[in-house]
């Protein structure tokens, strides 16, 4: 079975890399290349490819705003970030945007071909020093412990602003954000956005004023 690949990079020499790495495996076909956020999003819905390697510094939407609306288009997309970026915040972004992997561009080349292929069957595929970070998160979350994205859209509806306005805000979805306000409204026990807000204040979660 072909894995059909759309690569998503601004930099034309990186995406020749991966294409001319990509074209040394039998089974790996890469379909298109993207040179920003938009054009990512528009080449996913147009080529429906199996897999999208996505970098998160894109011209005019970042990688992470591109996952997610291109999973908003079709929450079956699978998408792995292939980055020079690590930090918690990258990482976080992009997870919650619906990335099925994460990869660092340092990564060796066997590694990022069973990474595709994993990806393709619906399997996560992250760098060991991504997965050990996760891992941690993942321990550290305590049942009831909202995430730092959570905390965020939780704060922007104690400002008063609408779904539509959050997600502006946050360069994320109005259906996103709707998911994490459920994730909310389950982990705090509550059934709306007010008692959510007065709920996460009595518990110094976020702050009022």
Known sequence: MTVRVLIADDHPVVRDGIRAMLGTQDDL??????????????????????????????????????IDRIREHDPGAKVIVLTTYDTDSDISRAIDAGAIGY????????????????????????????????????????????SGREIEVLGAVAQGMSNKAIAAHLCISEAT?????????????????????????????????
Not at 36 to 61: C, K, N
């Open 103 to 146: 990869l660092l561009k340092d990564t060796r080349r066997e590694q990022l071909f069973d990474a595709i292929r994993a990806a393709a069957r619906g399997e996560s595929a992250l760098s060991p020093a991504i997965a050990t970070r996760v891992l941690s998160w993942a321990r550290a979350d305590a049942p009831g412990t909202l």
């Open 177 to 209: 954000v709707k998911t994490h306000l459920l994730h909310i409204f389950a982990k705090l026990g509550v059934d709306d956005r007010t008692a959510a807000v007065t709920v996460a204040a009595s518990r110094g979660i976020i702050r009022l004023g």
């Open 29 to 66: 076909e890469v379909v298109g290349e993207a040179v920003s956020g938009t054009d990512a999003v528009r080449l996913a819905h147009d080529l429906r490819p199996d897999v999208t390697l996505m970098d998160l510094q894109m011209p005019e939407i970042d990688g992470a705003t591109a």
